[in-house]
């Protein structure tokens, strides 16, 4: 997790397209229905039968998209877990895919990590502190490459 190294960064190519196909829901949050553990997994499904297995883990009952071409993409399924408490949260900020060698795409997750302060709002009250510990989000994308993935994951702290 994590990559530190500075020289890896003049080995980043070309964009790769990346395209949004769940993202979750603040507001309705929908949650997997078959997942018994509560860490953070990043799973790249390469196959529509992977897809499919996952999708159903984690849209039950969701109509499976159709418009997926697993001949020229590959997906990848964020899930940061139980998110945290309110002294300490974890958020997703954003996605992006490059070249990275002639067979590999690298994919980089960018996250945000903050902690809470005496003067939080009243919003963050018990009760949303309560929610939060509830909230599991995940995210699916397709990425167009059909070369091996490497996952990079960056945090800044606020």
Do not use: H, M
């Not at 984690?58 to 697993?70: H, Q, R, S």
């Not at 877990?81 to 997703?92: A, F």
């Amino acid at each position: 997790s994590g990559n530190t190294n500075s020289s890896s960064a003049a080995s980043i190519g070309a964009s790769v397209p990346v395209k949004e196909i769940y993202k979750y829901d603040e507001i309705n949050p929908a949650q997997p229905v078959f997942i018994d553990f509560t860490n953070k997994q990043i799973v790249v499904a390469s196959t529509e039968d992977e897809f499919e297995y996952y999708w159903d883990i984690y849209k039950n009952g969701v109509a499976i998209p159709t418009d997926l071409d697993f001949n020229n993409i590959q997906v990848v399924i964020l899930d940061l877990g139980n998110i945290g408490n309110c002294t300490q949260i974890t958020s997703y900020r954003n996605i992006r895919a490059n070249e990275y060698s002639g067979n590999t795409v690298l994919v980089n997750f960018n996250y945000r990590e903050s902690g809470s302060s005496s003067s939080t709002s009243s919003s963050s009250s018990a009760s949303s502190c309560a929610n939060l510990e509830e909230k599991r989000p995940f995210y699916f994308y397709s990425i167009e490459s059909r070369k091996k993935i490497l996952i990079d994951e960056n945090v800044s702290f606020e």
